[in-house]
């Protein structure tokens, strides 16, 4: 059955992209995001641009996500400038859309999820 589009479906969700001074790149998405295809697109064109031929690993803050679509996993799954990504987040809900899709689709790259960043950054510096 067919929802209608409402003007909130039609809005991007902002994203935050960092390459920091390690070399890792830091992809924060914001509290209560609905991340849908084209968010997903977007952030990984930046992800490929601000990394340009070199590869890095990178660190999703997912810990305020509150939905990713099936085409927004269907964008994650393709290879992208990551070499490594660490899926970050706290809550069982992150669990959750970590394991769907590590357990669905096939990453890119190594792909883990933690609760812990310091435990995330340390399996990143370890490629």
């Known amino acids: 059955m067919d ?7 039609q809005q991007q969700v902002k ?4 390459l920091e001074e390690s070399g890792i ?10 991340i ?4 997903a697109q977007r952030a990984m064109d930046r992800v490929n641009e601000l ?4 590869r890095h690993p990178m660190i999703v803050d997912m810990a305020t996500t509150d939905d990713v679509t099936r085409g927004a996993r269907s ?7 990551a070499n490594r990504i660490a899926l ?9 859309i970590a394991n769907f899709f590590l357990g669905i689709m096939k990453p890119p790259c190594p792909t883990k999820f933690f ?7 340390e399996w990143l510096g370890q490629s």
Do not use: I, M, N, Y
Not at 25 to 34: C, F, H, M, N, S
């Open 88 to 96: 970050w987040g706290s809550s069982p809900v992150d669990r959750v």
């Open 75 to 81: 964008v994650f799954a393709k290879p992208c400038q």
């Open 51 to 54: 990394c340009g031929p070199k």
């Open 15 to 18: 994203f935050q992209l960092d």
């Open 115 to 121: 609760t812990s960043e310091t435990e995330a950054l």
């Open 25 to 34: 790149l830091r992809l924060t998405w914001p509290r209560g995001a609905k």
């Open 36 to 39: 849908k295809e084209s968010d």
């Open 3 to 9: 929802h209608p589009t409402t003007p909130q479906d």
